[in-house]
Each structure stands twice: as structure tokens, then as C-alpha cells.
């Protein structure tokens, strides 16, 4: 069994294995479900605004002019 102490803030430490076979990140939301008299918790699904930068890229985006330049290369070589 694994325990922590709840604070006078209410407050309490995720032990270290919950963490990791949770796979937790700082700052991640968590789910609480009641569940029979005991609380079940899991991890938030992320959402896309959880994602946004994640795929970001060190390049400056395109001008309007470039992207549709990159766009009808792109589908004149698909054609060929």
C-alpha cells in the first residue's frame, strides 16, 4: 500500500511511484472519481490547447504568397 499525509491546506505529495506508473508531468490536471466510498485518480486527457507548440518548428512561417506557391508544387508533382 502506498500512503501520503494530507496537509492543513489540504494538500498532499503524489508519492513517487504513483507518479511514474502514472507517467505525470508537473502541472498536469488531475481526474478524481468517486467510486463506492473510495477515489479513483487519474490523469486529465489532454486536450489539442494542451498540445499547442508541441510540434513547433525553428523555421519562420511561410508568407501567404509562399504557402500557396509550396501548395501548387505540391499538387503539380502529385499529377505527374
Do not use: C, H
Not at 491546506?9 to 490536471?29: C, D, G, H, S
Amino acid at each position: 500500500m502506498i500512503n501520503s499525509t494530507l496537509t492543513d491546506k489540504w494538500q498532499t505529495t503524489i508519492p513517487v511511484k504513483v507518479r511514474k506508473a502514472l507517467n505525470l508531468k508537473p502541472r498536469q490536471r488531475l481526474v478524481y472519481e468517486l467510486v463506492d466510498g473510495a477515489v479513483l485518480v487519474k490523469p486529465q486527457p489532454e486536450t489539442l490547447k494542451d498540445l499547442y507548440g508541441f510540434l513547433a518548428d525553428d523555421q519562420p512561417p511561410l508568407s501567404k504568397s509562399e504557402e500557396r506557391d509550396k501548395s501548387r508544387t505540391a499538387r503539380a508533382n502529385k499529377y505527374k
